[in-house]
């Protein structure tokens, strides 16, 4: 049996800096670890000390740059996810713009570490390697747990009941941080775009957290309701009472939440970004979109053709089976053995 050792730092990070929101390697990560050990891995989640085959880095935190350099020094298997683009510091952090090109520098001196580095997309690999990253790089989604995120009617009736979305009513739903990368911006002017129907609800799931910038500050809220942080243990609720969920994001290395929406049958509507090239269809997974204006103009066509959501929400399931998570487990347990028997 294979063994490895899943480092994420997240609580050592959150004792540091208290945060709501763990993101998408929080949520993601505990229920990777499950399946792997369904199949058959042995798993240490932040137990570097252990004894292990492969060690799997997630994010380059000081500790985990350490635990680098060990298994570096050893000639030990290491694995670093790139999860953390140096690009998504602007428009996020505070003083991003300027903090950019120390975490750039410092990020591509940690990714080379990696025995293999991992990208959830194929635009992941791209970006590091233009960055200076070597590799070798090896493409595997952060997948979807389609068991957990799956539409439930009375949890999303009991959503819309208490944000004062009526039956009849369209709620246009996005979920993530509130900084301005997300396209806040966007989704604000999309509502206000939309002030001749009364019938259209405009929520956006999700707050700012310490060191962050807040959309909000730079953007008046417009039309849109902003409930803040949902716990994780409520989140199925949100996406099932959506008609539409929209990704405005500028930046992603995946985007999460946009898999979530999609496994719990949401019409998706995204920014047309480079991020999404190579496996999100548009007019088969998804409708995407580039401009202000056009995410407006192709919402609407959206909510007042049934048929035409009809099916951008059997092809948003489709694209949430394309990325299950199983797949992604197996792909991994494949990429351990091989470096466990000394492969690259």
Known sequence: MVSVCMLTELERYRAIIPFKNPGGMGTNVPMVVKELERIGVKVFLNEPKNEYDVLHLHSPLPDSYL??????????????????????????????SLMYP??????????????????????????????????????IPNGINR???????????????????????????SVGLRIPRKGVDTFVKMSEAMNDRKDVKFVWVGASEALLQDALDETAPGNVSFPGHVPFDEIVGVYSAADVFVFPTRAESYGNVMLEAASCGCPLLVRDIPVYEEWVVDGKHCVKARTDEEFSGKLRAMLDDDAARSTMRQGARL???????????IMLKELYESLAAGGG
């Open 319 to 329: 694209l949430a089976e394309e990325h299950d998570i199983k797949k992604t487990a």
């Open 147 to 173: 068991e957990v995120f799956k539409r439930n009617e009375a949890l999303g009736a009991k959503f819309r009941e208490r944000w004062g979305v009526k039956d009849s009513d369209k709620l246009v739903l």
């Open 67 to 96: 635990w680098a350099l060990k298994r570096r020094k050893a000639r030990r298997p290491l694995v670093v996810h790139g999860r953390h683009l140096p690009e998504l510091v602007k428009g996020g952090f505070i003083g991003g």
């Open 102 to 139: 120390i975490v750039r520098a410092y990020s591509v001196g940690f990714y080379n570490m990696g025995t293999v580095v991992v990208g959830a997309t194929p635009y992941v690999c791209k970006s590091l390697a233009k960055d200076g990253v070597r590799g070798p790089f090896k493409v």
